[in-house]
């Protein structure tokens, strides 16, 4: 076992404003122009969606902000938001051929300052000329909004209907303000708005509406993208103690108090806890960096595995570090002590054998916790699916799809893409699989119109 430390740490300096400011127009074109313009540009291969890196770039580097606007948008409904949260080091950042020089060109920060830029200026999108077609996406997440901007683009009729009282799913209420900010989110949405999609909030799918309703009264087709709703546990001794909490219900409270939404007291962390959080991907992180933003006096997170096999981003991992988070490698949890309340975290020793393959010791160590915070994962839910009629789900909960038209369930007309067909992912991920399945939406919706009007006519 090794444990990190990061020594001489004051949490209180840390707040929830975005950390990375992005940069300015000056910053912005200087670092367009260090582009080399590939002619086989790598960093396009490496990015999910295919943007046209090169292209908006070059348009940057010569000063035509609104030309590169245009360029991204032809690719991403949700540019200011992949600017900031994709994992840029792995994608197109690490693809770039610069990369081989540790210089790549920051493609993410100049993505989000051109959307930035256009959000300030007021850069309004026209709105496309109707199709025939009504198609209803459930769930206003990555994938939703990203199936509903792509089918609006093409001029289809789209209504997003969503649980929540504002649409925008885990990039609402998932990712902390201090690497997502709200109102970019919100503005994201309000340029598809413009695209003429309709949200229809606080709309529970299954219990206000089903999809058998949606097809038979108003619908040609109808997309899933509810992601994974429910957390995976640990089904270990003391589980159910009070202080053993999950990961994304802390990110959600938090932001829902930090807007006034709920009560500070909803925050299931106090100041002066001993805070564990079990898990090393991305959403850990994001947990423990938070419960020190909440004047929580040390942070671990736990981690069965080694440094070199976490999930997370290393650059989140730098950022963590830095703040003062400290990391337990090769420890897996065993059981939860305590009474009423959580005290105690016990784990057994893992080592790394001479093939590589990690095993446990048998030598058992305990750590005291106020909280343990459980980051291990996501599943989907069953509402949506069990109330509508002959959609398949594999032993897993996650929904059966076809390659083409692509996306389309075992029930035709409808779809389904992003974490709940596939296993829960990133904001760019999810939206390139979306992308695919709007496509396919696209055709189903048509070869069903050109069908309908022929049968008029005979």
């Avoid at 003391?238 to 994304?248: D, F």
Wanted: proline share 4%; aromatic share 6%.
């Amino acid at each position: 076992m090794k444990i990190d430390k990061q020594a001489d740490f004051e949490n209180e300096s840390l707040g929830f404003c975005e950390i990375d400011q992005g940069f300015g127009i000056r910053e912005a074109i200087e670092e367009a122009k260090r582009c080399l313009n590939c002619k086989n540009p790598l960093c396009r291969k490496g990015c999910p969606i295919e943007n046209d890196i090169p292209q908006f770039i070059q348009a940057l580097a010569h000063g035509n902000i609104g030309e590169a606007g245009v360029i991204i948008s032809k690719r991403s409904n949700l540019p200011a938001v992949c600017g900031r949260v994709c994992p840029h080091e792995q994608q197109c950042e690490g693809s770039c051929i610069l990369n081989a020089k540790k210089e790549p060109i920051k493609i993410g920060k100049l993505e989000r300052f051109i959307a930035d830029f256009e959000a300030e200026m007021g850069v309004t999108i026209e709105r496309p000329p109707y199709k025939d077609g009504d198609i209803a996406v459930i769930g206003a997440g990555p994938a939703g909004l990203t199936v509903a901007g792509d089918l609006a683009k093409m001029g289809f009729s789209v209504t997003v209907f969503e649980s929540q009282s504002e649409p925008g799913g885990v990039l609402m209420y998932g990712i902390p303000g201090f690497r997502l900010n709200r109102e970019v989110v919100r503005r994201e949405i309000r340029k598809i708005e413009q695209l003429g999609v309709k949200f229809r909030t606080n709309t529970l799918v299954g219990q206000d509406i089903t999809i058998d309703e949606m097809l038979e009264k108003e619908f040609d087709a109808v997309f899933i993208g509810t992601g994974t709703a429910l957390p995976k546990t640990l089904n270990v001794p003391g589980k159910e103690l009070t202080g053993v909490i999950q990961a994304m219900y802390l990110l959600r409270m938090v932001t829902l108090a930090n807007h006034g939404d709920v009560s500070d007291k909803e925050i299931p962390i106090d100041q002066g806890d001993r805070v564990i959080v079990i898990g090393a991907g991305n959403v850990a992180i994001d947990a423990a960096r938070t419960a020190l933003r909440l004047g929580a006096t040390s942070v671990t997170i736990v981690y069965r595995r080694t440094i070199e096999e976490m999930p997370a981003l290393r650059s989140e991992y730098e950022h963590a570090v830095k703040e003062g988070v400290q990391f337990s490698w090769l420890s897996s949890p065993v059981a939860f002590l305590g009474e009423e309340n959580v005290q105690q975290l016990q784990y057994e020793v893992q080592e790394v054998d001479e093939n590589g393959k990690i095993r446990g010791t048998g030598n058992m160590e305990i750590i005291p916790a106020d909280k343990i915070i459980l980051a291990i994962g996501q599943r989907p839910a069953a509402r949506v699916i069990s109330t509508a009629k002959g959609i398949e789900v594999n032993e897993e909960g996650y929904v059966i799809t076809k390659e083409y038209p692509y996306g389309m369930t075992t029930r035709k007309g409808v779809f389904a893409g992003g974490d709940v067909v596939h296993e829960p992912a990133t904001v760019v991920l999810a939206m390139k699989e979306a992308k695919k399945v709007a496509a396919g939406i696209a055709k189903y919706v048509e070869a069903k119109k050109l069908i309908e009007a022929l049968d008029k006519n005979i």
